[in-house]
């Protein structure tokens, strides 16, 4: 299960993101209309599903000068971006 | 081998996870292996239920350590004809413009096994997920 809290620019996730957390985590990513941190401490895992999400929010928020800055990802969960190229089009901190 | 039946239906997602990590430490699988191949099942499926959604027949996923290796089976008994080891995937080095959102689930499947295997038969698809315990 995916838990997502959100306050003052920063989303928070937690737990697993697979693609039946998707519709859901669409709906708060969709709402992101600014730069936005997004905090992965206690993400355990995400799917394409979930990069799909990322993406599609992150083209959004270029269009207009914004990105989304993923913090503290685990090291299985950056393997997953660098597989994707995900580690050149999002700022990882 | 370890077979279990799932509703196509994404909601069975919850219970494909389970049943690999039920699995996996009775056989000594290391969790990074566990973590891949879950990873590597969950695209599958959902592959599966995003191009044959007129499927009607459960799917069968059937999880076995054999030779070093752990191996996850996913049948769909009545599928059109797919070969995912044949899919080339969308380029993964472009600018943030460039990237289409799509295409990265099969990609993941490639990259994270160490064997893809494809078998298609009288309308059923058969694939075999192949990763190395060492």
Redesign the interface.
Known sequence: MLAIEQHEGVVVLKG?W???QSDHARDVFDSVHGTAVVDCRELD?I???G??VL??T??RL?TAGHALKLQHMNG?IRE?FR???FD??FEIE | MEERTLARN??E??AL?DFIQSFAPRHRVPD?VI??M??AA??LF?NILSHNPSGRRPIVVGVLVEGGQFKIVITDPDAPDFDPTAYRPPD??????D?I??G??L??VQ??VDDLVYEYRDRQSRITLIKNME
Do not use: N, P, W
């Open positions: 697993r697979d693609a039946a895992y799917s394409s599903s990069l799909g993406l599609r992150q083209k270029g299985h997953i597989l994707c190229g050149q089009i | 994404l909601t997602l919850e996870f990074r973590a891949s879950s990873l969950e695209e959902t993964m080095q472009g600018t943030l413009q990237r959102v799509g990265l689930g990609h993941l990259q994270i």
